[in-house]
């Protein structure tokens, strides 16, 4: 699966991919941003390169956009609950998916996947490349499930513009953790 997009590409990631992957999640985690750079977008997952490696290869889960000197510029990361379960936030969503409802379905760990973080290089931004990657990994996760889930930070508002605006996730209601406070956001495939 490939595609391009304003002269990027749009692609499956392969093990070749983790060292970039790490790197752009460190530039754009909250820990290592500053407030006025949190203000434009901010990851909080941590993954390692062995876990990345296993999503590669056993969930067919990361989606990258690359560009022309073939440099990644963006990722998207999404699984199955199964896999996802070993971060301790995932695996509460996953015991609380029960309460939820998209389109009178209740969501369950074999209905819905879970996808997130996305990040793109500031560079990058407004050019289209998170909605192709959100619509590549749609591409690949439909064959199993019928509902993407992702959550989002309620301190986070331009995740929470663009999952609402743009690519056309609605709020299926709101949870606590770890003193937190995440919108469950959710569409049909």
């Known amino acids: 699966m490939s595609n391009a997009v304003n002269n990027v590409q749009v ?6 991919d983790i060292p ?8 754009y985690h909250t820990n290592t941003i500053s ?8 990851v909080t997952t941590n993954i390692n390169a062995e876990q990345l490696a296993s999503l590669i290869a056993d969930e067919r889960g990361v989606i990258v956009s690359s560009d022309a000197d073939g ?5 998207i990361i999404a699984g199955s609950w199964q896999f ?10 996953a015991g609380e998916l029960d309460k ?15 996808y997130g973080p996305i990040c793109v290089d500031s560079a990058w931004r407004g050019r289209g490349l998170a909605e192709a990657m959100i ?12 509902v993407l889930v ?9 995740s929470m513009h663009f999952h609402l605006n743009k690519v056309g996730l609605a709020s299926a209601g709101g949870f606590s953790f770890n003193n937190n406070q995440y919108q469950m956001l959710v569409r049909m495939l």
């Open 84 to 93: 996802l379960s070993r971060w301790p936030m995932f695996e509460y969503m």
């Open 20 to 27: 970039s992957l790490l790197s752009l999640l460190a530039k």
């Open 135 to 146: 619509d590549a990994h749609c591409a690949i996760f439909r064959q199993k499930y019928k």
């Open 35 to 42: 407030d006025h750079e949190r203000d434009q977008g901010f």
């Open 11 to 16: 692609r499956e990631a392969t093990s070749g």
């Open 71 to 75: 440099r990644v510029v963006g990722f």
């Open 150 to 158: 992702t959550f989002v930070n309620e301190i986070n508002p331009r």
């Open 100 to 114: 939820y409802q998209v389109g009178g379905l209740t969501l369950n760990v074999d209905n819905s996947y879970q």
